[in-house]
């Protein structure tokens, strides 16, 4: 058996010092990975069956002056939760925060479904938020426990792109049928019931690993402040300084900015200091870690680009009704599944495996060309066609953007090094949707898309140059895993 190393062919501590899936039956793994699916499942429902129902919802609890600030407050607790739950399952393991996890975001939904007003929604939400942090940063990072070698890790996290793509992609219907059929409150209901299963495959199959830290386990309480004010501060200022309609406060935008570089600024020195860092400066030694961190910056950006302005040219220079322009942009979703899956059998012959990141970011510039080309008259075949060459490019990106992290990070370090891909890729997706609707403000809604299009081919020509950067092989490995 082969295991990932660097390029200069040092042995990854991730692989060496992980439990050996031997020590568990094949049946165990399957169904703890299918407990990982689940919860990943759960996320996306939370989010897409939300965001689909949620101008009924609005509606009916005459909220909708407060509209945006449900999913405000569900973005930030969420960002600013990964990086410190991703920490936290290093220290203290991953299986009680993924339980806890499940327990929060279904004890949020069942609250939001019970909603009286706006602000008692905009509380549960912002809840549930923090619990869709613990689970982002625990379940991208939990495969790495269940399989020390990379190789066969990415045929696992394959499964675990391809169950968030479908779960992406049916939330919205699912959303809307059932809000169709038996009201908004209905919808809210269903994380509960998914979380039940979840629930009890990770509680009866997961193994419960005690990780090694160096020192006490002593929680970096300032430090974790700090991160948290440098990661929400920022995504804060862009969805407040850039609200729609107006609503937007520039004064109280900028103190957000201002508050987020005081925070990095106390944030770095302060981190080298601590004996059990939060946030360990460690996970960004070398220039590897970095570049990999610039390009999930970048392909969050493209990704919600693509995923937020793509349906106003359907529907503005196409005519498509919204319905109809959502069931043409399926394929940008579904269509991760089958790159994740492609990927997962090409990574264990490839002897630098970034070149499967090069061509993934090759392919998502070729896609946006070929939307910014979509125009009146484009038949729809092409519009599907356009839509599947990004998804599947995103299929090369998404899953390689954490595997590569964690093969370039200590074993100790695995879940914060994940955690800190996710964060990065989620603040470039914040910084993407936000420049587009600046120059949606400030030309036209088609020109400001387009523009946003060009950016994000450019983007993609940037983290595949990035990802050529990363240099990773595949190597024999001294330590062989049954």
């Known amino acids: 058996m082969t295991s990932p190393t660097r390029s ?14 031997a020590e568990r039956s094949r049946r165990d793994l399957l169904l703890a990975m299918a407990g990982v699916a689940a919860t990943v499942v759960l996320v996306a429902f939370d989010s897409t069956i939300v965001t689909t129902i949620l101008p009924r919802v609005a509606e009916a609890l005459g909220g909708m002056a407060l509209y945006s600030w449900v ?27 993924m339980l806890i996890s499940l327990a929060i975001v279904a004890a949020g939904s069942v609250a939001c479904g019970l909603a009286q007003s706006m602000p008692q929604l905009i509380m549960f939400r912002t809840l549930q938020g923090i619990g869709g942090g613990m689970m982002i940063a625990t379940a991208f990072a939990a495969p790495a426990d269940l399989f020390p070698d990379a190789r066969e ?61 160096d020192g006490a386990r002593k929680i970096d309480w300032v430090g ?33 900015a201002i508050a987020a570089v005081a925070a990095v600024a106390l944030l770095l020195p302060y981190e080298r200091r601590v004996s059990a860092p939060i946030f360990p400066l460690r996970v960004l030694r070398g220039w590897e870690p970095r570049l990999l961190n610039l390009a ?18 359907l529907q503005r220079e196409l005519g498509y009704s919204p319905s109809a ?28 495996p970034q070149r499967l990141m090069v061509f993934g970011g090759l392919l998502l510039a070729t896609g946006c060309v070929m939307v910014l080309f979509i125009h009146a008259g484009t038949p729809a075949w092409w519009i599907l066609l356009s839509f599947t060459v990004n998804g599947t490019a995103l299929g090369f990106l998404l ?16 879940g914060i090094a994940s955690a800190l891909v996710q964060t990065t890729r989620a603040i470039g997706s914040a910084v993407g949707t936000a420049a587009t609707g600046i120059a949606i403000t400030y030309t036209s809604v088609l020109e400001g898309v387009r523009l946003g299009l060009i950016a994000a081919a450019c983007l993609s020509v940037f983290a595949a140059v990035v990802a050529h950067r990363v240099k990773m092989k595949n190597v024999v490995s001294v330590k062989k895993h049954a």
């Open 224 to 256: 974790g402040l700090l991160l948290i004010v440098a990661v929400a501060a920022p995504l804060g200022a862009l969805q407040i300084g850039f609200a729609r309609g107006g609503a937007g406060s520039p004064m109280l935008a900028i103190a957000l």
């Open 325 to 352: 322009a959502g069931l043409l942009m399926t394929p940008l979703v579904a269509a991760i599944s089958l790159g994740s899956i492609i990927n997962g059998q090409l990574f264990p012959r490839q002897s630098e």
């Open 296 to 313: 999930a910056f970048a392909i969050g950006a493209v990704m919600f680009i693509l995923i937020f302005y793509s349906p106003l040219i």
């Open 71 to 97: 999913g405000t407050g569900y973005l930030l607790a969420t960002a600013a939760s990964i990086l410190i739950f991703g920490r936290l399952g290093d220290m203290f393991g991953r299986k009680p925060l």
């Open 399 to 414: 899953p390689n953007m954490t595997l590569f992290m964690q093969m370039l990070s200590e074993r100790r370090d695995i």
């Open 153 to 213: 890790r990415v045929r696992w996290m394959a499964l675990v792109s391809a169950a968030f793509a479908m779960a992406s992609g049916i939330g919205p219907l699912m959303g809307g049928a059932i809000t169709q059929e038996f009201g908004w409150r209905a919808a809210f209901f269903v994380a509960p019931i998914a979380a039940l299963a979840s629930f009890f495959l990770i509680w009866r199959y997961f193994p419960k690993f005690h990780p090694t830290i």
């Open 8 to 21: 200069d062919g040092s042995s990854s501590s991730a692989a060496a010092a992980a439990p050996k899936p």
